[in-house]
């Protein structure tokens, strides 16, 4: 019997200390409630890059230089004006390279264009998004919905009807006017105003 009342003894004993601890245990959340709550990460609005090497690719035709064939970094040269866009370089790239949607928007225009081949352009909440010499093939419909950073197309074949002709680059330009405007060079500095420089979006 006495073997008994120990056993019992011991095991109320553990239940107490047990029951104890538990409560206590609990108990320690409330300790914590008085830190400070974490702040909600907020969404990033910031815009993603049109091609890989994006600004040290920017290298002959910047925005906003006036552009003659006589000047011009390219021979032989077909256009004269003001660059409403920058011109970024892909000549060494033997692969695909991809060009990205810089922020969330819809295409507004997709196809073949003069002076561009595939040509796309993406209506964005500030401005419009124009991206020239693309694969015509590899180009986003009309209409679509797109996610910042999704692939639009991929740049085209250097001196082929991709291009309509040039080397391998993409045009990116920025518009800020609510109406498509296809023009990569204007005649005038008042026009060109219709565009911004795409390098200020990338600080
Ligand atoms: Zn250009």
Redesign the pocket.
């Known amino acids: 019997m006495k073997i008994v009342y120990i056993i019992v003894s011991l095991l109320l004993v553990f239940l107490i200390y047990d029951n104890f601890f538990s409560q206590h245990s609990r108990q320690t959340p409330s300790v914590t409630i008085n830190s400070p709550t974490p702040t909600p990460t907020q969404p990033s609005n910031k815009i993603v890059e049109p091609v890989a090497e994006f600004k040290t690719r920017i290298t002959k ?1 910047f925005y906003g230089t006036y552009i003659t064939p006589q000047n011009s970094p390219i021979k032989p040269e077909k256009f004269t004006g003001f ?1 409403t ?3 970024v370089e892909y000549e060494d790239i033997k692969g695909d390279v991809p060009v990205y949607s810089i922020d969330d928007g819809q295409v507004i225009y997709s196809g073949q264009v003069n002076g561009y081949g595939g040509f796309i352009a993406i209506q964005y909440p500030q401005y419009i998004g124009i991206y ?1 010499h693309l694969q015509p093939k590899s180009l986003l419909p009309n209409k679509s919905v797109i996610k910042k950073g999704n692939v639009i197309g991929i740049l085209g074949q250097a001196y082929s009807a991709e291009t309509d002709g040039e080397r391998k ?1 993409l ?1 990116f330009a920025i518009l800020k006017s609510v109406k498509l405007d296809f023009r ?1 060079y204007v005649q005038t500095e008042s026009e060109l105003s219709l565009w911004i420089d795409p390098l200020t979006l990338f600080p």
């Open positions: 035709k660059h866009a920058v011109d020239g680059h045009h990569g």
